[in-house]
Every structure is written in structure tokens, then in C-alpha cells.
């Protein structure tokens, strides 16, 4: 199994920039797609970005395209999620999570199409 790991999570003010990381350990090659998902309190966890390993296939939310970048380092394992122009409503605990096979757009946005989870990282915007 892959465990993702995340990190990079923090206090920032509106406006402001974070760089979440993921770093993935196990058995890193059964994963096929790593995601980015956030979870505001009484809210459902929300789909924000993923990336496949292998070839380039990168895909976003659309509300967030823009403001959010992921991108993968395959050497260290590890996938980043680059946050600009944070507002407070971007408040939410923010997770990681592997996925092993091959999918579509409507696969990845899907929190329960992914195998393994990270424990996740706060992130607090403040106005």
C-alpha cells in the first residue's frame, strides 16, 4: 500500500501563499494517481487537483484552477499543491490520497474511488 504524508499546512492571512506537500512511502509504484482534497467543518470533502505518476495528465477543480497548482517531483515521491491568493474560505483540513488504477476526470474528483489517505494538514486563511 502507498501512505501519503502530508505537510505545509499553516496559518496565513488572505492574500497570502502556501505549499502543501504529499510525500508518498510504501509501495509508491501501485499508485497510479495522487489527489488533492480539502474538508471545511460540516462540509463534504471537496475535490481540488490530481496527478497521474505516469504521463502528465493533471486535473483540477474548476473553481480553483488558477489558484491552485499541483505538481509532482517522481524522483522524491512527492506531490505538491502550490495555494495563491488564499482566502478564508479556503479554510479546511487539506488531504492527500493515492489512487491505484487508471481513471477519468469523474473518477478522481471522487473521494471514495482513492485507496490510501493521508491524516491530513490545517490550513487557516484569516481576513
Known amino acids: 500500500q502507498v501512505q501519503p504524508v502530508e505537510s505545509g499546512g499553516g496559518l496565513v492571512q488572505a492574500g497570502g501563499s502556501l505549499r502543501l506537500s504529499c510525500t508518498a512511502s510504501g509501495r509508491t509504484f501501485s499508485a497510479y494517481a495522487m489527489g488533492w482534497f480539502r474538508q471545511a467543518p460540516g462540509k463534504d470533502r471537496e475535490f481540488i487537483a490530481a496527478v497521474e505518476w505516469i504521463g502528465s495528465s493533471i486535473y483540477y477543480a474548476d473553481d480553483l484552477e488558477g489558484r491552485f497548482t499541483i505538481y509532482r517531483d517522481s524522483a522524491e515521491n512527492t506531490v505538491y499543491l502550490q495555494m495563491n491568493g488564499l482566502k478564508p474560505e479556503d479554510t479546511a483540513v487539506y488531504y492527500c490520497?493515492?489512487?491505484?488504477?487508471?481513471?477519468?476526470?469523474?473518477?478522481?474528483?471522487?473521494?471514495?474511488?482513492?485507496?490510501?489517505w493521508g491524516q491530513g494538514t490545517q490550513v487557516t486563511v484569516s481576513s
Open positions: 490520497a493515492a489512487r491505484s488504477e487508471r481513471g477519468y476526470y469523474g473518477d478522481y474528483v471522487t473521494p471514495e474511488s482513492y485507496d490510501n
